[in-house]
């Protein structure tokens, strides 16, 4: 069990570290002309208008706030983990290997904890340079 919640923290790393890696390199690559002047943006815009979708929120708002759910979501498991941990280690009743386990998942969770924190400095870095690439605020 323990290997499993490693290995999803460790891909929901690379999965979020690799869209806003593609994401920022694709911006990049416009230089400066602005995502939201540009005539298909304009036309989608003009469609979902017509369709009666809200079209007020720039796309780097949207993927953004969508990064942070995800990662919210994640910390509330980092969350879940640390009180079963604490939970283990309380009713061990001496126990050791009881112990033993309520420390290996307290470390799992911190480890996860920090992966989290590291996550969401980077896209939250990403974003703000997806905000400064497209000139919105």
């Known amino acids: 069990m323990r290997n499993i919640v490693s290995i999803c923290l460790v891909v929901a790393f690379i999965a979020l570290s690799g869209f806003a890696f593609t994401a920022e390199t694709s911006f990049a690559a416009m230089g400066n002309q602005s995502l939201l002047n540009s005539n298909k943006v304009t036309t989608l815009n003009n469609v979902a208008t017509t369709a009666g979708v809200e079209t007020s929120t720039p796309l780097t708002t949207i993927v953004g706030n969508i990064i942070k759910i995800m990662l919210t979501l994640l910390g509330i498991i980092v969350l879940i983990l640390i009180i079963y941990a604490g939970f283990l280690w309380m009713t ?17 969770a911190i480890i996860g904890l920090a992966i989290i924190l590291a996550a969401y400095a980077i896209s939250g870095f990403v974003i703000d340079n997806l905000f400064a690439a497209t000139g919105t605020t």
């Open 92 to 108: 061990a009743g001496g126990n050791p290997e009881q112990v033993d386990k309520a420390k290996q998942w307290l470390t799992n």
